[in-house]
C-alpha cells in the first residue's frame, strides 16, 4: 500500500515541527529571515520554514486541515493528471511555500525584526484547490458550526484575511494565506490547461452557475 503524499508531508512537518519545539537553533536555521535571504542568499528558508510551526496549536491547526483537504486533492490530482498527478500535487504544494511568501520577502526584505514560519501559505493552496474543484461542497470553520457552499466560503476568507492583512494587528502573516490560496487556484487551472483535458476552470464555473440558477 502506498503511502499518500499528504501523510508524508504531514508525518515530516510534525517530526521536525517538534524537534523545533525543543531547539531554538533548529528555528533559527530554518525559520524564514527576509535578511537572511537577501544578505546571504540563503533561499532554502523559503521552503524550510513551511516544516516548523510556534506552537503545538499551530502546528495541529495546520496539519488538521491538510490531512482533510489534502487527501481528497490528491485523489482528484491523480484522477486528473493519471501517473504524474502525485508529482504534480507535491510540486504544487512545495512551490506554493516559496509563492505565498514572495510578498513577504519584497516588503520585509530589510526588515531585520520580521520573522515568519508555517505551512499555512500551501496549507491555503490546498484548500482553495478543493474549492476550485468542488466548489459547492460545503465548508466551515471548527468552532463556528455554520456550514456554506465552498466558492462562498473562499470569498469570504480572503476578503476577512485582506482586511486582517492591513490591520496587521496580530502576528499572523495573512499575506501568505492570501497568496498561497490564489496560487493554488491558478496553478491547477493552469496546469490542467496544459497536461489535461479536464477543464477545471469550466467545471467550477458550471457547478456555481447551477447552484446559482437553483434559486
Same mark, same amino acid.
Given at each position: 500500500m502506498q503511502l499518500s503524499i499528504t501523510l508524508i508531508i504531514i508525518i515530516v512537518t510534525t517530526l521536525v515541527s517538534i524537534g523545533g519545539f525543543s531547539s531554538h537553533k533548529v528555528i533559527d536555521d530554518l525559520i524564514f529571515y527576509p535578511p !537572511? *535571504?537577501? $544578505?546571504? $542568499?540563503?533561499?532554502?528558508? %523559503?521552503?524550510?520554514c513551511g516544516l516548523i510551526h510556534a506552537d503545538f496549536g499551530h502546528l495541529i491547526l495546520n496539519m488538521y486541515a491538510l490531512y482533510i483537504f489534502g487527501g481528497q486533492v490528491e485523489k482528484a490530482f491523480a484522477s486528473? %493528471?493519471?501517473?504524474?498527478?502525485? %508529482?504534480i500535487y507535491l510540486l504544487m504544494y512545495i512551490s506554493a511555500l516559496v509563492v505565498c511568501l514572495l510578498p513577504t520577502y519584497r516588503k520585509h526584505r530589510d526588515d531585520y525584526y520580521y520573522r515568519s514560519l508555517g505551512a499555512s501559505g500551501a496549507v491555503s493552496a490546498v484548500v482553495f484547490c478543493f474549492i476550485l474543484l468542488f466548489p459547492l461542497q460545503k465548508l466551515g470553520l471548527i468552532f463556528f458550526p455554520v456550514m456554506i457552499p465552498g466558492f462562498i466560503f473562499g470569498a469570504l476568507y480572503l476578503v476577512v484575511s485582506s482586511v486582517l492583512e492591513r490591520r496587521s494587528r496580530d502576528n499572523?502573516? #495573512? +499575506? =501568505? #494565506?492570501?497568496?498561497? !490560496? /490564489?496560487?493554488?487556484? *491558478? @496553478? /491547477?487551472? =493552469?496546469? +490542467?490547461? %496544459? @497536461? +489535461? +483535458?479536464?477543464?477545471? /476552470?469550466?467545471? @467550477?464555473v458550471e457547478d456555481v452557475r447551477g447552484w446559482l440558477g437553483s434559486f
Open positions: !537572511a *535571504v537577501s $544578505k546571504q $542568499k540563503q533561499w532554502w528558508r %523559503f521552503f524550510t486528473i %493528471f493519471g501517473q504524474y498527478g502525485n %508529482f499572523i502573516n #495573512h +499575506s =501568505a #494565506h492570501i497568496w498561497g !490560496a /490564489l496560487y493554488g487556484v *491558478v @496553478f /491547477l487551472i =493552469a496546469v +490542467s490547461n %496544459f @497536461f +489535461s +483535458s479536464y477543464s477545471v /476552470l469550466q467545471n @467550477f
